[in-house]
Nanobody, 118 residues
Framework: QVQLVESGGGLVQPGGSLRLSCTAS????????MGWYRQAPGKQRELVAS??????????VYADSVKGRFTISRDNARNTMFLQMNSLRPEDSAVYYC?????????WGQGTQVTVSS
């Protein structure tokens, strides 16, 4: 079973930036399309962005709400995925998680809290 650890969240002002990281414990990470998800209080978890397994041909997809502001990337040699978040808005505040795009998913990590507030 792969374990996922998210990091990089924090408190940032509107318009600011954060870079999230997701590190997987096993090399199986490099075989799958991965996604960044987020869950705000009282809302369902939603997919923010996804990236295919091949670094040279990443096949990225973004939710309309983050398109042009967020960039997903991955480093298969380090079993790590990133989410560069720019021009952050209060509505981006949520706990961010990473996991496979399609089931069966691995156990969810603890997530990393992103709070966008002045």
């Amino acid at each position: 079973q792969v374990q996922l650890v998210e990091s990089g969240g924090g408190l940032v002002q509107p318009g600011g930036s954060l870079r999230l990281s997701c590190t997987a414990s096993g090399s199986a990470f490099r075989d799958y399309t991965m996604g960044w998800y987020r869950q705000a209080p009282g809302k369902q978890r939603e997919l923010v962005a996804s990236i295919g397994p091949i670094v040279s041909d990443p096949r990225t997809v973004y939710a309309d709400s983050v398109k042009g502001r967020f960039t997903i990337s991955r480093d298969n040699a380090r079993n790590t995925m990133f989410l560069q978040m720019n021009s952050l808005r209060p509505e981006d505040s949520a706990v961010y998680y990473c996991n496979k795009l399609t089931p069966p998913r691995w156990d969810w990590g603890q997530g990393t809290q992103v709070t966008v507030s002045s």
